[in-house]
């Protein structure tokens, strides 16, 4: 592909490269660590991956990272996976993330909106005196480090108290939005074994009132280790009997206690889906995301204390645990729970208007849905206050980036970035002091050792290839949770090249130093940035009589959307009308989430596997998207040939 010099859509002026929280580092890493002083962001990056030691070192002492044991080295071990973080060093996240309490008490730490659009503040000090309160809470019920505390909350002020009293008190914070249906969430918790639940009644969205009072009984009935479960009546029901009451155990007026824990003691856990079994429990570090959180929102985001913070989420994405570390920055964060498109396609800008958001952040997606319905986001609103948009959750198309420049501020950072749960970071994405080329990413994050290899691991410049990590990231996980051999983790990314993190993400990286990611390399359903195991749609799909066997693909378009069919091969004597696609979408969006039912449900003749059995999806993805047969599959290694001339034709229709 060609990716010779096209003129950059965007570029910081000198005032802004100067202002730079990234430029000053710079400067100071060069006085103090032997960083290069002169050549800008590509020389630093070179420096950051090429002395990681150094680099991490630099990056706790520019924020003051506070170890209340020191460490003995940075880095005790390289080795992937495995690689050991600042052996020796105990600190506290929830720790780091309160501390503008300290010297800006009665400012907002939390601005939260929910579909009026209205926001209301909760201040540091408020912030701080109710984790406290609940941390002292957690402590009477004998929640002791390493325990679970788990959360089936929207993204409400009560959610991050919950998220940081958990880390106060060393136990493991997990959490899943309240549209995920029991099993989904089942799927999740009942891998970590909870021995707290926070729950609300019901949520509110798309001006709906959605209760999920029985969810919750059927939570409490599949979560046996529950010691405790904790009501906040969202919708304003009285609490289910043997509950215990949000306002009681926040009431206290306790400064919070904070149990310094080893740099590697786990945080939370995330889940992401693979293509086969259980959603994986990622287990990620409370030093390792402190350090790595610190260094993306410091210096890659430009946050800052006189920043306001807004990405839209929900509890069940990574963006989420991401927003709640902008409080590391001392920065205000947004939350907002509601629909990215009450009461208009336009409400998020909104959002960020009536906030005065400086960073807002949304999906690609919903990028391209304001596209299409024609918003003008800084002709209706007042976008002053907005120095960047940034996007995740899927490549944002070229047209993605003309659309923002030219309809949200043509002096508009656009910072498209790419990471993963699998980190809780982006491996690629903004800088304050580089240009902005149309449909490209700005640049590898600084730490970060990207490469696109080819299948023998060659490097590639200029041509798509693998994403793969060629050297430790902190924030890369510790295990995964019921994985005592770790062999679920080694395969999740270290089985195709050796000691070498791959992804499964398509990328480019381009001779300028910029990225293209062109989506994923794998089968994982990628829904505005949850990803779904294909095999969680099969389980839900091939309970139904009538569905023999299902296949479910994700394609990424070219004009930023996804295209996600769905394949049933019925059983005898079924036909596919209206009740049964209903059937199949309800089970879905009820059991699994209203993200990944499917845009079509298509009947087949069959569905095609392996000789070993495994349905083929990869291969059929392929196909779907113009790869001729005789490239896309090992004709040999197919049960039944014939059955992909279906695939081959729907893809010829498409075209």
């Known amino acids: 592909m060609s990716t010779a010099n096209p003129q950059p859509l965007w570029q910081p002026d000198p005032e802004r490269i100067a202002q730079a929280r990234i430029t000053q580092f710079q400067a100071w890493a060069a006085e103090r660590h032997g960083a290069p002083a002169e050549g800008g962001y590509p020389a630093l990056h070179r420096w950051s991956v090429d002395q ?89 019920l004998g929640v002791r480090p390493g325990d679970r505390v788990s959360g089936y909350l929207p993204n409400i002020p009560q959610a991050v108290v919950a998220l940081l009293a958990a880390a106060a008190v060393g136990a493991v914070w997990t959490s899943c939005a309240p549209d995920f249906g029991a099993r989904s969430v089942l799927d999740r918790f009942q891998q970590v074994e909870p021995v707290v639940l926070f729950t609300v009644d019901g949520y509110r969205y798309g001006g709906k009132e959605h209760d999920r009072r029985e969810t919750v009984a059927e939570l409490r009935r599949e979560l046996p280790t529950l010691r405790a479960v904790v009501h906040i009546p969202l919708l304003g029901s009285e609490a289910p009997e043997g509950a215990l009451d949000w306002e009681a155990l926040t009431a206290g007026d306790a400064r919070p206690v904070y149990e310094q824990v080893p740099f590697d003691h786990p945080l939370w856990v995330l889940y992401s889906s693979g293509t086969t079994g259980l959603p994986k429990a990622i287990v990620q570090s409370q030093g390792g995301i402190l350090v790595e959180h610190l260094k993306q929102l410091g210096l890659h985001c430009d946050l800052g204390p006189e920043d306001r913070f807004f990405w839209y989420t929900s509890t069940g994405w990574m963006m989420w645990n991401f927003l709640v570390s902008g409080l590391l920055t001392g920065t205000t964060i947004v939350l907002y729970d509601g629909s990215p498109g009450y009461p208009d396609t336009g409400a998020q800008w909104r959002v960020a208007e009536r906030t005065g958001a400086t960073l807002y952040g949304t999906s690609a997606a919903y990028v391209m849905a304001c596209r299409k319905a024609g918003v003008h986001p800084a002709r209706d609103h007042d976008l002053t206050a907005v120095k960047c948009v940034a996007t995740t959750g899927s490549p944002l198309p070229p047209d993605g980036f003309r659309w923002l420049h030219d309809e949200a501020g043509d002096d508009l950072w656009i910072a498209s970035v790419s990471g993963g749960t699998d980190i809780c970071s982006c491996f690629a994405g903004g800088v304050p002091t580089l240009p902005v080329y149309t449909g490209e990413l700005q640049a590898p994050g600084l730490g970060t050792d990207l490469r696109s290899w080819d299948p023998s691991g060659n490097p590639l410049v200029d041509e798509v290839g693998e994403l793969v990590v060629t050297n430790p990231m902190p924030s890369m996980p510790v295990h995964f949770w019921n994985d005592p051999d770790g062999s679920r983790y080694h395969a999740s990314y270290f089985d195709t090249y050796p000691g070498v993190w791959r992804h499964g993400d398509w990328i480019t990286l381009t001779s300028r130093g910029t990225v293209i990611i062109h989506g994923r390399s794998d089968s994982t359903l990628n829904r505005q940035g949850v990803r779904m195991g294909s095999a969680d749609i099969y389980e839900v799909v091939e309970r139904l009589p009538e569905i023999k066997e299902s296949l479910v693909i994700g394609i990424e378009q070219p004009d930023g959307g996804y295209w996600m069919p769905l394949f049933v091969h019925l059983a005898p004597g079924a036909v596919l009308d209206d009740a049964l696609l209903d059937r199949v979408k309800q089970a879905i969006r009820e ?65």
């Open 591 to 655: 059991q699994l989430s209203p993200r990944h039912v499917p845009d079509e449900i298509i009947e087949v003749p069959g569905i095609p596997h392996t000789l070993t059995g495994k349905r083929i999806e990869v291969p059929v993805k392929r196909l779907l998207q113009g790869t001729p047969l005789e490239s896309a599959v090992n004709p040999g290694s197919i049960d039944n040939l014939a059955l992909l001339g279906f695939y081959e034709e729907l893809a010829r229709k498409r075209a």
């Open 52 to 140: 990681l030691d150094t680099f991490w070192k630099a990056v706790t002492e520019w924020f003051d990272v506070r170890f209340s044991t020191p460490f003995t080295r940075v880095l005790g071990d390289r080795a992937m996976p495995g690689a050991q973080w600042f052996p020796g060093a105990t600190l506290n996240y929830a720790e780091h993330a309160l501390r503008a309490a300290a010297d800006r008490a009665d400012e907002p730490a939390l601005l939260y909106v929910d579909e009026t659009h209205d926001p209301h503040p909760v201040t540091w000090s408020e912030l701080s005196r109710q984790v406290g309160s609940l941390a002292a809470e957690l402590r009477a």
